[in-house]
Each structure stands twice: as C-alpha cells, then as structure tokens.
C-alpha cells in the first residue's frame, strides 16, 4: 500500500469530522501545509441567516481565516467589514453577473469596494444555456474582457467561476480552453472549481499546470463515489498533488464550497479539520 496512505489520523474534534474519509486525512509524503482557507457563505446559508454574526465566530473558531460572499446579511458595509475585522476573517470576493448593464455593475464594484472585497466573480459568464457552443465563447470571453476592464478601472480583479460544461467538447475544443485562451490575463482570471473540473471529465492539476498564473482562487470542493457533492475530505478527490501545484504556483485563497450542504456548520467543521490536517 502507498505510504501516504498508512498513516489514519483518528483524533479529530467534533462529531462532522468523524464522516472524514480516512484515506485523505494525511495522505501526502509532504510537510507543507495550508497558511490559510476561507469558505464561500452560501454553504452555511440557513445559518447566516439567522445569526450570520454568530456563524462567522463560529468559522473563525474552526480555523477559517477568509469569507467569499456573506456581506448582504449585515446592515451597512461599516459594520460588515469592521465585525470581520474584530473576529479575524478577511472578505475577500465578490460577486456579479456580466449581463448586467455597465452602469450597474460600477455600482457593485462600488459595493465590493466598501465591504473590503479585492476580487470580484461571476458565477455564470454565459448569455445562453448548455451545451456551449464557439458563438457563446466567442461572445462570452468578449464580454468578459469588458468587465475585466471595468472592474480594473475601480481596483478589482476580475474571475469568473467555471462548472462541468466548460469540459465538455464543442464544435473546436473545449468552452474552458477558449475562455482562458481568448482573455487578457491583465483582465480576467479563473476561480477554479476543482470538483466541477472533475465532473466535467477534467484533470484539475492539470488544468492547474496548464494555465499557471490564471487561477487565484480555489473552489476547493469534493466529489463522492456516486458524483454527488460532499464536503472536502469526505469523498473521492485527492487534494494533495493539486495543493502542491497551487502552493509552487503562489495560490494563497482556498475557498470550501459544497452545494445544497443540509448541515452547513457541520460541512466547515469538518472541512477546517481536514485542511488543517493536510499534508501535501
């Protein structure tokens, strides 16, 4: 058996990390580990909700360190960003759709701006549905070169955020490798959704080595055995080979994301346990 798989920790906190997939836990020969990693909001959403003041601490206490999303639940951006100043989280992105006229998306960066955002995304930079075709990337990347320079102009850097279909072939290549290869690199980025590479058919560390320089940001979110979403060290992705990447390529955000989670503080309980246990 690999070395990398003797070793199963089994002292971790908290009944959510107790749904850990022991294969993962320290499973690199590496001594490097992740300085940092924050959580996108929506995977607590009902929590936010309720006492979004109160989930943050909690995420704080688990070792998150960076917020994507989350300042809709307070009052004014002075509070956001001084209760996140207090508690020690640092906001880090924003989002919006490109279809938006360009007068108002100046009015979100302006937003951005104010809530301590240096990184602005869109989640969906397509004007049609799937499957994509060349037409839609072509209108696509031109488009977001656009707004990659609107949002230059007001101190943002702009990504957009890729899923599945971005892998899946077209009439010329792939939608992901047209997008990448068709904007200014001084405008537009990626935040890498590591599972939906995957889903797609894609080798997330390769797509990681292919466009180096490309990708600040990491969608770190896993897959499990049927496909489905899972919260990262619970399934099937091997993170280890892709943080190592990430790490030689000076990637500093990880972003835990699981879609649809039912138990949201349980999944950044046990996602902060694994992350922190990594070894890579």
């Known amino acids: 058996m690999n070395t990398r798989r003797n070793f199963i920790k089994t002292s971790i906190a908290g009944a959510g990390a107790m749904a850990l997939n022991p294969l993962n836990m320290l499973a690199s020969e590496g001594s490097a580990k992740l300085k940092k990693f924050g959580f996108i909001s929506g995977i607590a959403g009902e929590a936010m909700k309720a006492d979004w003041k109160g989930t943050l601490k909690k995420a704080v206490e688990f070792g998150f360190s960076e917020l994507e999303g989350g300042t809709n639940f307070a009052s004014s951006p002075q509070e956001f ?36 955002q240096e990184y602005v995304l869109d989640y969906w930079p397509w004007y049609g549905d799937v499957p994509f075709s060349f ?24 990504l957009w955020h890729n899923h599945d279909n971005e892998f899946r072939e077209m009439e010329e290549g792939l ?29 997330p560390l390769g797509v990681l080595k292919k466009y180096t ?65 990594l070894r890579f």
């Open 175 to 203: 939608p992901f490798d047209y997008l990448m290869e068709n904007t200014d690199p001084k405008l537009v980025n990626c935040e890498m959704d590591i599972y939906w590479v995957k889903k797609g058919g894609g080798d």
């Open 213 to 277: 320089g490309r990708v600040p940001i990491l969608h770190v979110k896993d897959m499990a055995p049927d496909e489905d979403f899972i919260c990262p060290g619970r399934g099937i992705i091997d993170f280890g080979p892709i943080f190592k990447e990430a790490k030689k390529q000076g990637i500093e955000h990880y972003i835990v994301e699981r879609d649809n989670e039912p138990d949201g503080l349980g999944c950044l309980q046990s996602s902060a346990e694994f992350l922190k246990n």
């Open 81 to 116: 960003v001084s209760f996140c100043k207090e508690i020690g989280i640092q906001p880090i992105a924003g989002s919006v759709s490109f279809r938006s006229s360009n007068e108002e998306l100046k009015k979100s960066f302006d937003k951005i701006k104010a809530h301590g």
């Open 135 to 158: 037409e839609d990337c072509k209108k696509s990347a031109e488009r977001l070169n656009e707004v990659g320079a609107l949002a230059k102009n007001h101190g943002l850097k702009f």
